[in-house]
């Protein structure tokens, strides 16, 4: 009888603890790519995530509460990210979630509307940057379409031949390879640019010698390739093996410190876009990520893509932040908190962020790199107009 009534007062006892402990943590989906066609820049970004919400919780969490993130690998495949988020909603109950890729963020954009969930995907579509239609969604730093509208802007400063310049777009099939592709077409006219050739590639290849052939019979003058930085270094190989001398240039996810790692010379003279800072780089805010990894030594290299899980971390917690001490920690609440950020500094990881309520565009502000003596080097800042019919585009 005796032991009956300790058991059942130990019962209680964890119980509540339990219920207090579960009171205490807020949760948020993580779904990621660690396996699939886009791992490469997936896994760095996961990890810069999981390392700047670990340094959110070493400083106090959000206002005493400590964030757990649940981490599930989706292998870049949407029925399995289906199948998560519905996971992340139903079971977990998180109050928000950082997903991944383009094309599984697009198919769920309806339902995360439909159930209030604020989502920032590591996709930059445009397409998700409309509050009209995807009240939702949000990401940190300049979409794919700000980004292929200020490589058309450089090609219009650039070019010294005559007529005007000819570009090519290359990208794979899938939704972040077509993401930007409309708002490149529609600018290239707006700028008096031809393009004269749109070359479709597979979402993963060894070769792309036939596509690059295709290419060469229209003899661009310049080439934006939207594809990750390890089919881009198979691309740029292949390109010098040719002796393609149009001028490459790449979007955010192929402009890493691994491309010239990956396509050896093949890089070298390669331009892209780069929307968060490279590891390393003289910024304030670089400080907190170094010396967190002297404290928490890794195996892997870090780059500007784990820079750029850290900027999430930091601005999605701060959204965090605010919506808990309005005490509406909840889907809207977080919306609500993420709407008033106005100019957030992550100490230069990202350009400045800003969403309202009308537009999630949270910068049109992006940087130019050269890959120079095997390095990104930084050649200029550049700012598209946040021009009302870009909105969403």
């Known amino acids: ?18 219920a207090s402990f579960a009171a205490e943590v807020i949760k948020v989906g993580g779904l990621w790519d660690l396996t699939g066609v886009t791992a490469d820049v997936g896994k ?19 206002n005493g509460r400590q964030i757990e993130l649940i981490n599930v690998d989706y292998a870049y495949k949407i029925p399995q990210a289906n199948a998560t988020y519905k996971k992340f909603v139903q079971q977990d109950k998180v109050v928000m979630i950082n997903g991944w890729g383009t ?36 990401f940190v730093g300049a979409s794919y379409s700000d980004q292929i509208r200020g490589f058309l802007q450089f090609v219009k400063k650039d070019f ?19 993401a930007p592709i409309e708002a490149g077409r529609q600018y290239a006219k707006e700028l008096g640019i031809q393009v004269v050739h749109e070359e479709v590639i ?30 881009c270094a198979v691309l740029l190989k292949d390109a010098k093996k040719l002796g393609i001398k149009t001028k490459f240039f790449l979007g955010n996810y192929g402009m890493t410190e691994a491309l010239p790692l990956l396509a050896k010379d093949a890089a070298e003279g390669v331009y892209g876009m780069a929307t968060h800072a490279p590891y390393g780089a003289n910024v304030p805010g670089m400080k907190m990520i170094t010396d ?29 932040k605010i919506a808990d001490k309005n005490k509406q920690l909840n889907g809207e609440g977080v919306k609500k908190a993420l709407e008033t950020l106005h100019n957030y500094d992550t100490g230069g990881l990202v350009p400045q962020i800003t969403y309202t309520a009308t537009d999630h565009r949270p910068t049109t502000k992006t940087t130019i790199y050269v890959i120079k003596g095997g390095k990104m080097t930084k050649v200029e800042d550049v700012e598209i107009p946040r021009k009302k019919e870009y909105l969403g585009l």
């Open 1 to 18: 009888m005796k032991l009956s009534k300790f058991a059942a007062s130990l019962a209680v006892v964890l119980v509540t603890a339990s």
């Open 160 to 178: 010294k031949g005559k007529g005007a310049p000819k570009v090519a777009f290359i990208y794979p099939n899938h939704g972040f390879g077509k």
């Open 292 to 320: 967190w990894n002297k404290k928490h030594p890794g195996s892997e290299a870090h780059d500007t893509v784990y820079v750029r899980g850290w900027a999430y971390g930091l601005v999605w917690a701060e959204g965090l």
């Open 202 to 231: 597979p979402a993963s290849f060894q070769d792309a010698t036939s596509n690059l052939l295709n290419m060469q019979k229209t003899a661009p003058d310049y080439a934006y390739v939207q594809d990750t930085v390890s089919w």
């Open 103 to 138: 094309g599984d963020t697009e198919a769920l954009k309806n339902i995360i509307t439909q159930d209030k969930v604020p989502y920032f995907s590591a996709s930059f579509s445009g397409h998700l940057t409309d509050p009209t239609k995807t009240p939702y969604n949000f």
């Open 44 to 62: 760095p970004f996961a990890q810069g995530v999981q390392d700047s919400i670990a340094y959110v919780n070493s400083k106090g969490g959000i």
